[in-house]
């Protein structure tokens, strides 16, 4: 009996700094873990990547994937009198070779736009050749998919829109949010849709949808070692509980200008530095920001944290602050660094009850109203100040037991169960 299966990511994966590229790095070495014989990750060309803006890690120090794992990134298909969806064809184009070679093959998209649309059209194209084609789709929506694209589609009154994103999203054989708060908001915006335009996106959404939450390699942070920790934070001229820590994208929504106010005054400032690590579109303006500051000279950037360093950073703080936002733009849906420090230990997270944060965080962290300077500083006060030592390693104990749900092979076991549900088992017998 031929035992190959394969798994196929489509994603922004590495070197984009997003929660997501690393959820999928996780699924595909869990999936190396259950046995997959062929793992891929099929993504963007770098300098497509580097042309759209979006915030990337330094190139060379990116980790290495584990043996077993590829990573393609199609070239475009057409010159420039194709002015756009040159890309989308190259991917396509791939998905359809991979779809077509006879291997029992898993393709999971994460984020719809526009990577759902590739797999879905993949999977169609594929099947019209003739040829033998065994694969199930899966589409997870993040909370980006319904921010930048279904709710502007509803606010500006663009039923072809939101409908072609949608109906791509049904069109998986598994629908997936990565929280119970972006389903929700998925099937809300669907209700706004349906109750304008007679449509019937709502009812097939609220009855499909799967939460499934993001895949954490647990076992990375849990296996971190306390003199490595000390070398790298010696490395930056840091000391353990001597700076407050955001990490994350630098972007509005994330807070940093209110962590700034709130750090300018609590007591804590008088004591601990405040650490901002990290890329994105706000770069420049919160080091402005922060130029202008009174405690500038207790204010650092770091802009070339690396996938190794995080945990070590994330262990050795005071405290983490990502008092995240809702935003036009995005919303944080699930919260995937406040796990991931949970895991790492140090002192506690101080964030917000925005989208699918509590979700991640349970009642394992100090929650602050959003766009709260005062309540910021107040929360840092009592995290750096004012906990003793017993509290903290209580604290950072109950918080590390909460996070251990996320880890990469449990998520992926429970993905691969609905696959085993409308998949003959013979396909997947090891």
Wanted: aromatic share 6%; charged share 25%.
């Amino acid at each position: 009996m031929n035992n190959d299966r394969r798994l196929v990511l489509v994603v922004r994966a590495d070197p984009v700094i997003c929660g997501h590229s690393g959820e999928a790095r996780n699924l595909a070495e869990a999936a190396l873990e259950r046995g997959f014989t062929d793992v891929r990750i099929v993504t963007w060309p770098i300098e497509r990547l580097v042309e759209t803006g979006l915030p990337l890690k330094p190139l060379d120090r990116v980790s290495p994937y584990s043996r077993g794992i590829t990573v393609e990134r199609p070239e475009p298909v057409g010159d420039y009198k194709v002015p756009d969806g040159r890309y989308l064809a190259g991917i396509t184009g791939r998905l359809v070779e991979l779809f077509t070679d006879g291997v029992p093959t898993v393709a999971m998209s994460l984020y719809l736009s526009p990577h759902a649309q590739a797999v879905s059209d993949a999977a169609r194209i594929a099947r019209s050749t003739g040829l033998p084609v065994d694969v199930t789709t899966i589409a997870e929506a993040v909370g980006s998919d319904v921010t930048n694209v279904v709710r502007a589609s509803v606010e500006e009154d663009r039923l072809g829109a939101a409908a072609q994103v949608l109906t791509t999203y049904l069109d998986s054989d598994i629908c997936l949010a990565v929280s119970r708060y972006t389903k929700d908001l998925v099937v809300s915006e669907a209700e706004s849709i349906d109750s304008r335009h007679g449509t019937r996106f709502a009812a097939q959404l609220r009855d499909r949808v799967e939460i499934s939450y993001p895949a954490i390699d647990v076992e990375e942070y849990l296996a971190r070692d306390d003199a490595e920790t000390d070398a790298a934070l010696a490395h930056r001229g840091l000391s353990r509980d001597g700076y407050v820590l955001f990490l994350s994208r630098l972007s509005p929504a994330k807070g940093v200008e209110d962590l700034i106010a709130g750090y300018e005054r609590s007591a804590a400032a008088g004591s601990v530095d405040l650490v901002i690590a990290g890329n994105g579109p706000g770069a420049t303006a919160f080091r402005e920001r922060a130029a202008a500051s009174p405690y500038a000279a207790r204010i650092r950037f770091l802009d070339d944290v690396d996938d190794v360093e995080k945990p070590h950073l994330m262990a050795g703080c005071a405290a983490y602050a990502l008092p995240s936002k809702p935003m036009p733009e995005f919303v944080e849906t699930f919260g995937i660094a406040l796990v991931e420090k949970m895991l790492a230990g140090g002192g506690p997270v101080i964030t917000t009850d925005t989208g699918g944060i509590g979700e991640a965080v349970g009642d394992c962290a100090i929650i602050v109203p959003v766009e709260d300077p005062d309540a910021i500083a107040a929360a840092l006060d009592r995290a750096v100040v004012e906990m003793s030592p017993e509290e903290r390693r209580r604290a950072e104990h109950r918080a590390r037991q909460h996070a251990r749900q996320f880890d990469r092979g449990a998520v992926l076991d429970a993905i691969l169960a609905q696959v085993d549900a409308i998949t003959p088992a013979r396909l997947w017998a090891v």
